[in-house]
C-alpha cells in the first residue's frame, strides 16, 4: 500500500520520549512540567455546568456552513464585531486548513515565526503547502526579525501567520511591528493571520503591545480550547477583517461543528472568567518560582535560558525524574532554552523547578 507524500517518512519517537515512556513502563512517577491541558491540571469548573449540552435544541440538526446562527452572535457580541464576520470551526487547527485550502494551491507557502508552535508543519504539510519561516529574537523581549520576513517572501507566497501572544514565548506584537507587516502584506498581496488563543491570559504586557489584531489581520483564530479551559467542547472560531462568503464552499463541504456545543456556547463562555481567574493566578504563582526566564507577556509558558538543552532536559528526565521540554521542540532558531507550561499543578511545578535551578 502507497501513502501520500503529505505525511511525514520519519515518525520515530526522540530520545525523551523514549526515557519517558521506560519510566512510565516502570512505574516511576514523572514531575510534568509539560502538562498544558487544563482538565488534568486541577482547575475546577462548576458543577454541572455541562448541563448546557442536553439543551433539546440541540437534537434538530441545521447544517449551516458557518455555524448557527445563535452561536455566531454569541461570538459577534463576546468580541463587538458584526454577525456576518464570524465563522464557526471544531478547532483552530481545522481553522488553519480551511484557509490553506482557501488561500493556496498545492506547492504556495505560508510563512510562520520561528519559535512557534510545532503544529504548523502537519497542517500545512497536509494540505500540500509548504512552511518557510521567518525569525523572532530576543532583546529583552521578543521581536520580528523583519529582514528574515522579507527574505521568506517568494512568488508562490500566499499568507503570513502570528501568534499573538505567540506560544511559547508569550510575546504579544507590538505597534510599529503591525504597520510593518501591514505595509508587507499589502505590496506582496499576502493575507494576514493571527492566532490569538492565549490573549486572554496577561502576565505583564509592554505597553506598546497591540493585544489583538481583530479589524486589522483579514483572519483572527480563538476557540474555547484556551479561553474557557475546555479543549475536549472542540469548538473554534475566527472572525474576518470583512464578510468571507468565499470560505462557504469550504466549510458546507465539512460541516464539522457539533450542534449541542454550539447551542451551549453561550453558557460555556460564561464559564470564562472563573476559569480563567484560576488559571492566570495559577501562572503567575509558578511564574514567580522561575528565576532565569525571559520576558512573559502572556499565555501559560516560560522559556528558561539554558547551557546545553538536549543534555538538560535528558539529565532532568534521567536523574530526577522531572520533565521539560526542550527548545528544539518548537524551532528556536539556537540552542539553550527550555520550555515548561506554567498550567502544571503547584506543587509538582514547585519540585520540579528546585530540580532545574540546581542543574544550571
Given at each position: 500500500?502507497?501513502?501520500?507524500?503529505?505525511?511525514?517518512?520519519?515518525?520515530?519517537?526522540?530520545?525523551?520520549?523514549?526515557?519517558?515512556?521506560?519510566?512510565?513502563?516502570?512505574?516511576?512517577?514523572?514531575?510534568?512540567?509539560?502538562?498544558?491541558?487544563?482538565?488534568?491540571?486541577?482547575?475546577?469548573?462548576?458543577?454541572?455546568?455541562?448541563?448546557?449540552?442536553?439543551?433539546?435544541?440541540?437534537?434538530?440538526?441545521?447544517?449551516?456552513?458557518?455555524?448557527?446562527?445563535?452561536?455566531?452572535?454569541?461570538?459577534?457580541?463576546?468580541?463587538?464585531?458584526?454577525?456576518?464576520?464570524?465563522?464557526?470551526?471544531?478547532?483552530?487547527?481545522?481553522?488553519?486548513?480551511?484557509?490553506?485550502?482557501?488561500?493556496?494551491?498545492?506547492?504556495?507557502?505560508?510563512?510562520?515565526?520561528?519559535?512557534?508552535?510545532?503544529?504548523?508543519?502537519?497542517?500545512?504539510?497536509?494540505?500540500?503547502?509548504?512552511?518557510?519561516?521567518?525569525?523572532?529574537?530576543?532583546?529583552?523581549?521578543?521581536?520580528?526579525?523583519?529582514?528574515?520576513?522579507?527574505?521568506?517572501?517568494?512568488?508562490?507566497?500566499?499568507?503570513?501567520?502570528?501568534?499573538?501572544?505567540?506560544?511559547?514565548?508569550?510575546?504579544?506584537?507590538?505597534?510599529?511591528?503591525?504597520?510593518?507587516?501591514?505595509?508587507?502584506?499589502?505590496?506582496?498581496?499576502?493575507?494576514?493571520?493571527?492566532?490569538?488563543?492565549?490573549?486572554?491570559?496577561?502576565?505583564?504586557?509592554?505597553?506598546?503591545?497591540?493585544?489583538?489584531?481583530?479589524?486589522?489581520?483579514?483572519?483572527?483564530?480563538?476557540?474555547?480550547?484556551?479561553?474557557?479551559?475546555?479543549?475536549?467542547?472542540?469548538?473554534?472560531?475566527?472572525?474576518?477583517?470583512?464578510?468571507?462568503?468565499?470560505?462557504?464552499?469550504?466549510?458546507?463541504?465539512?460541516?464539522?461543528?457539533?450542534?449541542?456545543?454550539?447551542?451551549?456556547?453561550?453558557?460555556?463562555?460564561?464559564?470564562?472568567?472563573s476559569i480563567q481567574r484560576q488559571i492566570i493566578e495559577r501562572v503567575r504563582h509558578n511564574l514567580g518560582l522561575v528565576e532565569r526566564k525571559l520576558v512573559v507577556e502572556a499565555g501559560w509558558y516560560a522559556v528558561i535560558p539554558v547551557l546545553d538543552?538536549?543534555?538538560?532536559?535528558?539529565?532532568?528526565?534521567?536523574?530526577?525524574?522531572?520533565?521539560?521540554?526542550?527548545?528544539?521542540?518548537?524551532?528556536?532558531?539556537?540552542?539553550?532554552?527550555?520550555?515548561?507550561?506554567?498550567?502544571?499543578?503547584?506543587?509538582?511545578?514547585?519540585?520540579?523547578?528546585?530540580?532545574?535551578?540546581?542543574?544550571?
Amino acid at each position: 500500500m502507497k501513502f501520500s507524500n503529505r505525511l511525514p517518512r520519519e515518525q520515530r519517537p526522540n530520545a525523551l520520549f523514549e526515557m519517558q515512556a521506560e519510566k512510565l513502563a516502570a512505574g516511576i512517577p514523572i514531575l510534568d512540567l509539560t502538562e498544558s491541558n487544563p482538565t488534568r491540571a486541577g482547575i475546577d469548573y462548576p458543577v454541572g455546568f455541562l448541563g448546557a449540552l442536553a439543551d433539546e435544541r440541540a437534537l434538530s440538526y441545521e447544517p449551516e456552513p458557518f455555524g448557527l446562527p445563535a452561536a455566531r452572535l454569541a461570538i459577534a457580541q463576546e468580541y463587538g464585531t458584526s454577525f456576518d464576520r464570524v465563522i464557526m470551526t471544531a478547532s483552530t487547527s481545522e481553522a488553519y486548513s480551511w484557509l490553506f485550502k482557501l488561500l493556496c494551491d498545492p506547492g504556495d507557502e505560508v510563512l510562520v515565526p520561528r519559535p512557534s508552535y510545532p503544529l504548523f508543519e502537519y497542517l500545512a504539510r497536509l494540505e500540500s503547502v509548504a512552511v518557510r519561516h521567518y525569525n523572532v529574537f530576543y532583546d529583552h523581549g521578543w521581536f520580528i526579525d523583519f529582514h528574515t520576513l522579507e527574505q521568506a517572501v517568494g512568488e508562490r507566497t500566499r499568507a503570513i501567520i502570528v501568534v499573538n501572544p505567540d506560544n511559547p514565548t508569550g510575546h504579544f506584537i507590538r505597534r510599529h511591528e503591525v504597520e510593518q507587516l501591514n505595509t508587507l502584506c499589502a505590496r506582496h498581496d499576502l493575507a494576514l493571520i493571527s492566532d490569538e488563543v492565549f490573549s486572554d491570559y496577561l502576565i505583564e504586557p509592554a505597553a506598546d503591545s497591540v493585544l489583538t489584531l481583530q479589524g486589522i489581520a483579514d483572519f483572527t483564530l480563538n476557540g474555547l480550547s484556551k479561553l474557557v479551559g475546555l479543549p475536549q467542547m472542540k469548538l473554534a472560531w475566527m472572525i474576518t477583517k470583512r464578510p468571507m462568503p468565499e470560505l462557504e464552499i469550504i466549510a458546507d463541504t465539512y460541516l464539522s461543528v457539533g450542534t449541542p456545543v454550539q447551542v451551549a456556547l453561550p453558557a460555556l463562555l460564561g464559564l470564562r472568567r472563573s476559569i480563567q481567574r484560576q488559571i492566570i493566578e495559577r501562572v503567575r504563582h509558578n511564574l514567580g518560582l522561575v528565576e532565569r526566564k525571559l520576558v512573559v507577556e502572556a499565555g501559560w509558558y516560560a522559556v528558561i535560558p539554558v547551557l546545553d538543552e538536549e543534555e538538560t532536559a535528558l539529565g532532568l528526565l534521567r536523574d530526577r525524574n522531572v520533565l521539560v521540554q526542550p527548545g528544539y521542540f518548537y524551532d528556536f532558531e539556537r540552542s539553550g532554552y527550555l520550555v515548561v507550561s506554567l498550567l502544571t499543578r503547584p506543587e509538582v511545578f514547585e519540585e520540579g523547578i528546585r530540580y532545574i535551578r540546581s542543574s544550571s
